[in-house]
């Protein structure tokens, strides 16, 4: 299964990805997570990409495309992966489908996490990383609602969307996530024989 998990900064996506990687088999593929492991390292793309990362800005395109084209060639990637905050701009979401196109192994779904603004910067506040300052968060959120919604739209008219309700406890949420991703079971079942 190839999944793309879609959701503004705060929205809890990666709890919600690490009970779904182990549900379901997957790798996960976080490029944030990646980033931040390049930048504690001080390679060459860790410091080039903290600077757009400490103002909560979008790291440039050919970078993250760069770092995920080498990421899905990865063995543990065959059996099924977690795309986790990529991707989050239309240029790289046309990439990605170019590369999947490649291989023929197209995306089974997009889920987005939804929650309200308000409950975003609560939680957001509470979160203690170096990119949580109040005026980070707020560029983070401004990065998510111009550079990422659109994505929406663009996997909506390839049938590929299903909105999640992300308030409630992370057990509630989890349970939608499955059975939004369970009741694509057969459809795939069906794709793949
Ligand atoms: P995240 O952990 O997904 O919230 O990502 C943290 C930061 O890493 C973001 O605020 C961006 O600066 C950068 N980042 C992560 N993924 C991407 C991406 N796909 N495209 C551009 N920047 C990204």
Same mark, same amino acid.
């Given at each position: 299964?190839?999944?793309?998990?879609?959701?503004? *900064?705060?929205?809890?996506?990666?709890?919600?990805? !690490?009970?779904?990687?182990?549900?379901?088999?997957?790798?996960?593929?976080?490029?944030?997570?990646?980033?931040? !492991?390049? $930048?504690?390292? /001080?390679?060459?793309?860790?410091?080039?990409?903290?600077?757009?990362?400490?103002?909560? /800005?979008?790291? *440039?395109?050919?970078?993250?495309?760069?770092?995920?084209?080498?990421?899905?060639?990865?063995?543990?990637?065959?059996?099924?992966?977690?795309?986790?905050?990529?991707?989050?701009?239309?240029?790289?979401?046309?990439?990605?489908?170019?590369?999947?196109?490649?291989?023929?192994? *197209?995306?089974?779904?997009?889920?987005?996490?939804?929650?309200?603004?308000?409950?975003?910067?609560?939680?957001?506040?509470?979160?203690?990383?170096?990119?949580?300052?109040?005026?980070?968060?707020? /560029?983070?959120?401004?990065?998510?609602?111009?550079?990422?919604?659109?994505?929406?739209?663009?996997?909506? $008219?390839?049938?590929?969307?299903?909105?999640?309700?992300?308030?409630?406890?992370?057990?509630?949420?989890?349970? $939608?996530?499955?059975?939004?991703?369970?009741?694509?079971?057969?459809?795939?079942?069906?794709?793949?024989?």
């Amino acid at each position: 299964m190839r999944i793309v998990f879609i959701g503004p *900064p705060g929205a809890g996506k990666g709890t919600q990805a !690490a009970m779904l990687i182990q549900r379901y088999g997957l790798a996960h593929l976080s490029t944030g997570d990646m980033l931040r !492991a390049a $930048r504690d390292a /001080q390679t060459e793309i860790g410091k080039l990409a903290d600077k757009y990362m400490s103002t909560g /800005q979008l790291v *440039p395109d050919d970078i993250i495309l760069a770092i995920v084209k080498e990421r899905l060639a990865a063995d543990d990637c065959r059996a099924g992966y977690l795309l986790d905050g990529f991707p989050r701009t239309l240029a790289q979401a046309e990439a990605l489908d170019r590369m999947l196109a490649e291989t023929g192994e *197209p995306l089974d779904v997009v889920l987005e996490l939804r929650v309200p603004d308000e409950e975003l910067f609560r939680r957001l506040s509470g979160r203690g990383r170096s990119d949580d300052k109040p005026e980070v968060i707020r /560029q983070r959120l401004v990065a998510y609602r111009q550079q990422t919604e659109p994505l929406l739209d663009y996997y909506q $008219r390839r049938g590929l969307l299903k909105t999640i309700d992300g308030v409630g406890t992370v057990e509630e949420i989890f349970q $939608r996530i499955q059975e939004a991703v369970d009741r694509l079971g057969d459809r795939t079942g069906e794709r793949r024989k």
